[in-house]
């Protein structure tokens, strides 16, 4: 009965871990959603499937096919600069990097 008891225990715990790192994902994909219409969506689409309201300005969508995402996480940290006078420069913090970034995977 015992070992019944302790199973159904850590069958719980299981659960509810799984649940709240769900949550807590979720809750990092939505703050990089924000991060993403705040300083990106005027030129970029930000969507899976809207134009990017600047023809030059790629849409976030398709950013895995050109590099793996993850290599923007120095530049979003240090600020982004391009070679063309549009794009602002920005520099977002460590925590931010992580849910902009994971915002990002959630397009592919």
């Given at each position: 009965?015992?070992t019944?008891?302790l199973?159904?225990?850590w069958t719980?715990l299981l659960?509810?871990?799984?649940s709240?790192?769900h949550?807590?994902?979720?809750s990092?994909?939505?703050q990089g ?5 705040l ?8 969507d899976?499937?809207?134009p990017?309201p600047?023809?030059i300005a ?8 050109r590099?793996?995402?993850?290599m923007l996480?120095e530049?979003l940290?240090e ?6 006078p549009?794009m ?6 460590p925590?931010?990097i ?7 995977k959630?397009?592919?």
């Open positions: 009965m015992r019944t008891g199973l159904l225990l719980l659960v509810v871990a799984s709240t790192t949550r807590l994902e979720a990092s994909i939505e959603r924000r991060l993403a219409q300083y990106c969506a005027e030129c970029h689409s930000i899976k499937v809207s990017s600047l023809r790629p849409p976030f969508r398709t950013l895995h096919e590099y793996p995402v993850e996480e530049a940290g600020g982004i600069s391009t070679g063309h549009s602002p420069q920005f520099q977002f913090e925590d931010q992580g849910d902009f970034i994971k915002f990002l959630s397009l592919e």
